[in-house]
């Protein structure tokens, strides 16, 4: 063995943290602490504190004392409104890219050759390598009376499918692009990706042999399916569906841009903090969106989203 | 069921079965009566075809030619849920968001028995398997040997006729697995049914099989009993797979067998046990056959002592004895003593010499 001395001080400081395991911790877990806890959990925490704030309606300014006040502004009928469309529309999104999402997230995970895992892959992620900005205004073309999509569907002979829906009360409108039902299919175009890789990896990680198992018991595909692929995959569906409904609830940009301009959470906390400069009224409307995530996820753990993790 | 078994059927025909993958012939051309009740073991290295041709019985893969008759109903092209076996799998393929008594009655709920029924069954089988209160724990709460039980409790609650298992005392350690094959055997004899076992361990074979046989590159070298095939291996392969064989050049085989070199070549094995140490100038009675040489390794195992000899006519022989009267000692200090190889001639194994 070579003599102590003769170690380099690269070889002494690995020594020297390789014997104190909690050094090397503090190291690694040092910066994105601080991150965490300064940066995000601070701005965070800056935010719920602004929200107990109110605003001086005749001096426009921020009054820095604990109140009510400005929660109990936000229980007005026209924020009910608000509340309730800005869910709706999240959980109509969550729901169809659940199913839009589980037949290719299964074909990837059980079927596809590497290759074709790979390309699907690649085909599923592009879309988020260009501007959000970009595709939503190419969607609100798309989507236009005059758009590709229309004149697609009157091409087939489907035009006046086009608009019967579009005469529906409530999701109709004069356009796919100002209809509530268009910015469905915008938000499901956009978030569809946060659905699918996340079932994906879940179904990766079934063994086949527990497939096996379930129709070697007598289990037909439909009874495996629910019995076993489901339950096992349904962590995945949970965590692709906080992705999409979340950021559907949160979204600001969709609803200015397609639709028929009627308000969304995400548009109220913009005006409120800029247009009026109520930032405790616009705080409070953001502690709403956390307030409906903590609900979900609470019902998830119920039906027993994280049973099979 | 509604038809009475077919006694006089085999519980599993296998006709002239292949499987290829792509130009893989993992299974090439078997042919394989399986009697019912029986324990019959598929014996092989990885990659012989013996797992290809379970999962063919179960109904997982299905044969690229030739048919497979279950209790004389041909289900070559059946899907697994249609077929009255069940299998005990390699990873134990326990449900992991299912609890032990979930897994255990999960074909019964399939087929929609009383919840009733259903419990008292699943708490028999876990009876059987000698897991019994252990219903409500997950199956990531258990340790491997209970793991293993709760996989053959599930297999069999639905009184399949005959039971597949895929290597299960693989992932065990050695007196577990020990424990666990006189187990599975004494239960195969409780419920009467057949049981078709998948290997790679030829000791396990011998130990609990009533019919063995012996698969190498996707065919079928030999079937028999146990003993048969321990001590009439019908191929080199069989003599080399199941136990130790020292296999005996042809020229060197001439000289022993004391042939004139005008006959046919010819060549044998001989079990390491059946060869005895003497000393240079013992004398060769009548029937048996010696070799001189000299001890070129030792090799001490405890029970037993395994010495090479080198042969003088060239080429070597193993030779295992008890320890009867040995020590370590005496056993290691034999190296590179001359001595005379001595056994009788009954015991060769003639094997024919393919070209």
Redesign the interface.
């Known amino acids: 063995m070579a003599p102590r001395s003769s170690a380099s001080p690269w070889q002494r400081l690995s020594s020297f943290i390789y014997l104190r395991p909690w050094l090397l911790l503090a190291l690694l877990l040092g910066p994105p602490m601080l991150w965490m806890v300064v940066v995000y959990l601070g701005s965070l925490f800056a935010l719920l504190l602004q929200s107990f704030f109110s605003l001086d309606d005749f001096t426009g300014r921020v009054v820095r004392e604990f109140t009510l006040r400005t929660y109990a502004s936000l229980f007005t009928a026209a924020n009910f409104d608000i509340f309730w469309r800005t869910t709706a529309m999240a959980a109509a999104v969550t729901l169809a890219a659940a199913i839009l999402a589980f037949p290719l997230a299964y074909f990837m995970a059980r079927y596809a050759s590497p290759q074709a895992k790979a390309a699907l892959y690649l085909a599923v992620v592009m879309p988020l390598w260009s501007s959000y900005l970009i595709r939503v205004y190419a969607w609100r073309l798309i989507l236009a009376k005059e758009g590709v999509l229309s004149w697609f569907l009157d091409l087939v002979g489907l035009g006046g499918v086009l608009e019967w829906v579009l005469r529906l009360p409530e999701i109709g409108g004069n356009s796919l692009s100002f209809s509530p039902i268009g910015m469905f299919l915008v938000f499901l175009y956009v978030w569809l990706p946060y659905m699918i890789i996340p079932i994906q990896t879940a179904l990766e990680r079934v063994?086949r042999?527990?497939l096996?198992?379930?129709?070697?018991?007598?289990?037909?595909p439909g009874?495996t399916f629910r019995?076993?692929i489901l339950?096992?995959a349904f962590p995945g569906v949970v965590a692709g569906s906080i992705f999409t409904f979340s950021l559907t609830l949160g979204d600001y940009i969709i609803p200015q841009v397609i639709g028929n301009s009627s308000f969304f959470i995400g548009m109220a906390v913009y005006s409120h903090q800029g247009t009026s400069g109520n930032v405790p009224l616009a705080a409070a409307f953001t502690v709403v969106p956390i307030a409906i995530m903590a609900v979900y996820l609470v019902m998830a753990k119920r039906l027993g989203a994280f049973?099979?993790l | 069921m509604t038809n009475p078994p077919n006694t006089a059927s085999p519980a599993i025909r296998f006709e002239n079965v292949s499987r290829y993958f792509g130009e893989v012939r993992a299974v090439d051309n078997v042919s394989l009566d399986i009697v019912d009740g029986e324990f019959f073991t598929l014996l092989g290295p990885s990659g012989s075809g013996k797992t290809t041709c379970l999962r063919m019985i179960?109904?997982?893969d299905h044969p690229t030619a030739g048919t497979i008759h279950l209790h004389g109903r041909e289900v070559s092209g059946l899907?697994?849920?249609e077929r009255d076996?069940?299998?005990v799998?390699?990873?134990y393929?326990?449900?992991?968001?299912m609890t032990v008594g979930e897994n255990v009655g999960?074909?019964l709920?399939?087929?929609k028995t009383p919840k009733a029924e259903r419990e008292k069954r699943v708490e028999d089988m876990l009876e059987l398997v000698r897991l019994p209160g252990l219903a409500r724990r997950k199956p990531s709460q258990l340790s491997g040997g209970q793991r293993q039980r709760v996989a053959l409790a599930?297999?069999l609650i639905?009184h399949p006729r005959v039971l597949l298992l895929d290597e299960p005392l693989g992932a065990l350690d050695l007196k577990l697995r020990q424990q666990m094959q006189i187990e599975l055997k004494a239960i195969q004899q409780r419920v009467g049914i057949t049981f078709i076992y998948v290997t790679h361990d030829q000791e396990e074979a011998l130990t609990m099989s009533d019919r063995l046989a012996v698969f190498d590159h996707g065919r079928i070298q030999q079937v028999g009993s146990p003993a048969e095939v321990y001590e009439h291996p019908a191929t080199a392969f069989v003599a080399g797979f199941v136990g130790v064989s020292n296999f005996v050049d042809a020229k060197v085989a001439r000289v022993i067998l004391g042939q004139p070199s005008s006959d046919e070549p010819q060549t044998f094995t001989i079990r390491p046990e059946k060869i005895r140490l003497a000393e240079p100038d013992a004398p060769v009675s009548e029937g048996m056959c010696s070799a001189d040489g000299r001890i070129r390794d030792v090799v001490y195992l405890g029970m037993h002592t395994r010495y090479v000899v080198e042969l003088e006519l060239g080429g070597e022989l193993t030779v295992v004895e008890q320890n009867l009267n040995t020590t370590s000692m005496g056993a290691l200090a034999a190296r590179g003593r001359r001595v005379r190889l001595l056994w009788s001639k009954a015991h060769n194994q003639t094997i024919v010499v393919s070209r």
């Open positions: 063994p042999s527990l096996e198992a379930s129709s070697d018991l007598g289990a037909r009874e019995h076993v339950p096992l049973d099979a | 179960a109904g997982f899907p697994p849920y076996v069940n299998t799998f390699q990873d393929a326990l449900f992991p968001h999960y074909g709920m399939v087929k599930r297999a639905n």
